[in-house]
């Protein structure tokens, strides 16, 4: 019988020391693998994905935020889910985005010859006097560009109207730079 509550006593001890220790011995082994910048319509998006983008939009656009490179990501997250109703998986995401907003947007473009020409004539002396018969296609191309542009951007703009956006950036500001 004394054998018995010596084993219970030392079980005891041995249990009140991991109730004391073991907290601390979770919390040190507990590491935060990544942190949720943004959810869009309850999709994260994490820092370890911003940071990638980060890095590869810096290259090619010096002085970019990551701010400015979260506001693409969301962008293109919302185009996708749009894309992806009617280009499903083995699409990959840019060419569905891209066949998306060629029949969402590109297909209702469309540069009249008088725009054209009414382009050329504002901007004869930077054209350097060349024809407009030389010129025309580019600048049709051109105007073309700037109007998908303009819509492509109040369509986003649709998009984030009806869109749950959340960030969390002002949340890590060691981040923001």
């Known amino acids: 019988m004394l054998r018995g509550i010596k084993i219970w006593n030392i079980a005891a001890a041995a249990l009140l020391v991991l109730m004391a220790v073991g907290p601390l011995l979770a919390a040190e082994k507990t590491k935060t693998l990544d942190r949720i910048v943004a959810f869009v319509n309850g999709d994260a998006i994490l820092l370890s994905e911003l940071d990638a983008r980060y890095e590869l939009a810096v290259k090619l656009t010096p002085g970019i935020t990551r701010r400015q490179v979260l506001q693409t990501m969301i962008n293109r997250d919302l185009l996708l889910a749009q894309a992806r109703k009617i280009f499903p998986e083995p699409v990959s995401a840019d060419k569905a985005i891209q066949e998306y907003t060629g029949l969402k947007i590109r297909a209702f ?5 008088t725009a054209a020409r009414n382009f050329y004539d504002a901007n004869k002396k930077q054209l350097g006097g060349v024809s407009f018969d030389s010129v025309k296609d580019q600048i049709e191309r051109l105007l073309e560009e700037k109007e998908i542009n303009r819509r ?26």
């Not at 473009?109 to 010859?113: C, D, E, N, P």
């Not at 369509?155 to 923001?176: Q, S, V």
């Open 109 to 113: 473009v469309r540069i009249s010859g």
């Open 152 to 177: 492509l951007q109040a369509y986003i703009g649709t998009l984030r109207g009806n869109a749950h956006i959340k960030t969390f950036l002002e949340n890590t500001p060691a981040i923001l730079h």
